[in-house]
């Protein structure tokens, strides 16, 4: 199957032993944890700081006009209904979207089922990859970048939310928010080796980071030459 972008309005998010070829097994599936999909997708505390950063301009240009901070702070208040709709909203569109993504790593491929309005789909087969990566945050989440060929490989909004962040000209595909992704990257090193004719893989785990996800630097490992 080719690393083209298919989309059909009947597929599953999941897929099963048996929609896959003869002699192909599933060695691993998740959805991305959706609290870290807030985060960093959707950049939650970006959301939060700019509305932290307007009150405080609000408390700041009352206090100068009126020399009352009360009436400063209340109206930087009329803020809060604003913001819970904008967070609420964030929260809820990153819960849907973790809802309706299946990653699943077979014995040839890797598979991105995603999509809340307009399912689609992204085979990628594992001779095809030529680099994977691994970034961990400090919750044990992590993203899971590959590079590959740059024939047929979608567009950055076509893979939105689960493109590497900043690749605009060139996306690359990535495993965004995945739950244990030390363990999944593991097993995605051993896939790769194993589908490439080389020895095991190791992708070494980065250093646990409490910043968002995309402005730590990823660290990998190359797998054996195609």
Known sequence: MSTQMDEFDDIKPVV???????????????????????????????????????????????????????????????????????????MLLAFLTARATRFTLTSRRLVMRYGVALPAQLNIPLAHVDHAAVKLNADGTGDIPLTIPKKGRPSYFQLWPYARPWKLGSAEPMLRAVP????????????????????????????????????????????AAM
Do not use: C, M
């Open 180 to 223: 244990n992704a030390a363990e999944a990257a593991r097993l995605v090193a051993d896939a790769l080796a194993a589908s490439q004719g080389g020895k095991r893989v190791a992708l070494p785990a980065a250093r646990p980071a409490s910043a968002e996800p995309g402005r730590a630097g990823f660290s990998g490992a190359q797998p």
């Open 16 to 90: 099963a032993e048996a929609d896959l070829p003869k002699g192909e097994t599933i060695l691993w599936q998740a959805r991305p944890d959706w609290w870290r999909l807030a985060l960093g997708a959707y950049r939650l505390k970006l959301v939060g700081i700019w509305f932290l950063a307007f009150a405080v301009w609000k408390i700041g240009l009352t206090h100068h006009e009126t020399g009352s901070w009360s009436q400063g702070f209340a109206d930087a208040a009329t803020l809060l209904p604003a913001l819970g709709v904008g967070v609420g909203l964030i």
